[in-house]
């Protein structure tokens, strides 16, 4: 199994543009974003999963125009609603019919409910994180193992941390929007290989 880690492109907050907690890209971002689908050039993904949140899906939709295919919402892969960020607790979310009414090229996950909540309940410490995203990873990734499928994962700082400590344990490449982390899982899910791709980024290579 082919397995692309990938953080959102910058966002309006990460730059202090304000936005929210579900804020928007900044304009480097969209660029960033804009650089994927040349990247994956002929690669020939089978499924793109991706975080509900808006900064994410942006970030992953030019990839999805380019290989025609849906993006599907994984609230598992939102971002970590952390204790100190008071503004996650008191935010007014989107419900799953919002999402996807701003949305139209995106679904959720088959497991997921649209008449209930989609964001995870604050608040949230590292180890609760690491739980939904395992649980994201027994529930989709876990079927492509010993495949020769291509599936890109879009997340957040924390998320996507935590995908490529699964796929990888002790991985320490940075977390950089809109990098890209190329992951060879054998039949049992064990790493073989792992790439870091950034020169896509050309000068805006952030973390």
């Known amino acids: 199994m082919h397995l692309y880690v990938i953080r959102h492109a910058q966002s309006t907050m990460n730059i202090g543009q304000g936005g929210g907690p579900n804020c928007n890209l900044s304009e480097i971002g969209r660029w960033q ?8 050039g002929d690669i020939p993904l089978q499924a793109i999963f991706c975080s ?12 999805a125009e380019a290989k025609g295919l849906d993006i599907v919402l994984i609230p598992e892969m939102s971002e970590i609603f952390n204790e100190e960020w008071k503004d996650y607790r008191d935010y007014d979310w ?8 701003e949305f139209p090229h995106a679904q959720f996950a088959d497991y997921q409910d649209v008449n209930q909540r989609w964001w995870p309940a604050w608040p949230e410490n590292h180890a609760i994180v690491r739980k939904r995203v395992q649980r994201f990873v027994d529930a989709k990734l876990k079927a492509y193992y ?43 899910g064990q790493c073989e290989s792992v790439t870091l791709h950034k020169d896509h980024l050309g000068q805006h290579v952030y973390e």
């Open 146 to 188: 010993g495949t020769d499928a291509h599936i890109a994962v879009f997340g957040h700082g924390q998320t996507t941390a935590d995908m490529k400590q699964i796929a990888n344990p002790g991985d320490t490449y940075p977390v950089y929007n809109a990098g890209v982390v190329h992951f060879i899982l054998d039949s049992e």
């Open 52 to 63: 509900p949140l808006r900064r994410v899906i942006q970030t992953a939709t030019p990839l």
């Open 94 to 101: 989107e419900s799953c019919g919002q999402v996807l009414a």
């Open 33 to 40: 974003a804009e650089q994927l689908p040349p990247l994956f």
